[in-house]
């Protein structure tokens, strides 16, 4: 019988049994045995524990001393072994982390232009550890929405590291949609065209190492990117907008992006722009 089976039957409280022969008589493992026509019958349901009591003679005392020891040390193997798996299952904070948001209609991840960011980082940061974290949004064509969610997603992530992973650098980017995410969480300071700020507090701010932006529409509703127009972070944040990308060029005040403009060629050729790698160098320099 598996010694998990003897602590479901009598429990770990040996102090609920006045003797051994109480013990052993309770649980039925060394139960009588009668003969009748040269045939042995016994009572009680454990046979192969009645086996063992036949085999090695062992009397009740013995047989409770044998029992409670084997259900001390599976009590301790089973109280243990909660605590290694958390000890095994706890991961070390990196020494830089990118949350990245992605463009409209992406697939979950960080996207085509957040991957060519992410890769030209690790490969100027030496030997330090990137950890990468996409944030968790719809990223689809209801603009406000979906924003929204990032920027609720991606507050909470960066809560989350601060409060677990202090000495790590946050590197915040975002492509399309996901730079207008990473607006509402740095930048925005009212409620415009259905995007509702989620700011982080100047704690929060102080862990962020850098911002880099691509094809960000800020311009449309504050009027200059995050780079000129925040004091928390203006010094150490790239905004890059393509040649003749209508998402992220002055004019359409207050207006959201529509769904030609965000997939408008000059909007979609950031990741074969080079640009990605210009930000990943920006950021580098202020880790």
Not at 248 to 273: I, R, V
Request: aromatic share 6%.
């Amino acid at each position: 019988m598996a010694v998990a089976e003897l602590i479901a039957e009598i429990g770990v409280d040996m102090t609920r049994f006045p003797s051994a022969a109480h013990l052993v008589s309770w649980a039925k493992f060394c139960p009588q045995t009668h003969q009748s026509a040269g045939k042995s019958k016994s009572k009680g349901r454990r046979y192969a524990w009645v086996a063992i009591c036949q085999h090695w003679d062992v009397n009740a005392r013995q047989f409770a001393l044998l029992l409670g020891a084997a259900v001390v040390t599976a009590s301790a193997t089973l109280l243990s072994a909660p605590i290694l798996i958390a000890s095994a299952s706890a991961a070390p904070c990196p020494d830089v982390e990118v949350t990245f948001a992605r463009g409209t209609s992406e697939p979950p991840g960080v996207g085509g232009v957040g991957q060519e960011f992410i890769d030209s980082l690790r490969s100027q940061v030496g030997g330090r550890s990137v950890g990468v974290y996409p944030v968790n949004y719809p990223a689809g064509d209801d603009f406000a929405p979906s924003a929204n969610a990032g920027a609720g997603d991606a507050h909470a992530h960066v809560r989350s590291m601060v409060a677990n992973c202090p000495n790590t650098k946050l590197v915040l980017g975002g492509y399309s949609q996901g730079a207008g995410v990473i607006d509402l969480i740095t930048i925005a300071q009212a409620p415009v065209s259905g995007l509702i700020p989620d700011i982080l507090t100047a704690n929060e701010a102080d862990h962020v190492a850098a911002v880099a932006t691509f094809g960000n529409p800020s311009d449309r509703y504050l009027g200059a990117p995050i780079s000129v127009v925040s004091p928390w972070y203006g010094a150490k944040a790239v905004d890059l907008c393509a040649p003749g990308d209508p998402v992220c060029s002055p004019g359409a005040a207050l207006t959201l992006p529509s769904h030609d403009e965000m997939f408008s060629p000059a909007h979609l050729s950031y990741k074969q722009s080079g640009m990605p790698s210009q930000a990943a160098t920006f950021v580098a320099s202020h880790l």
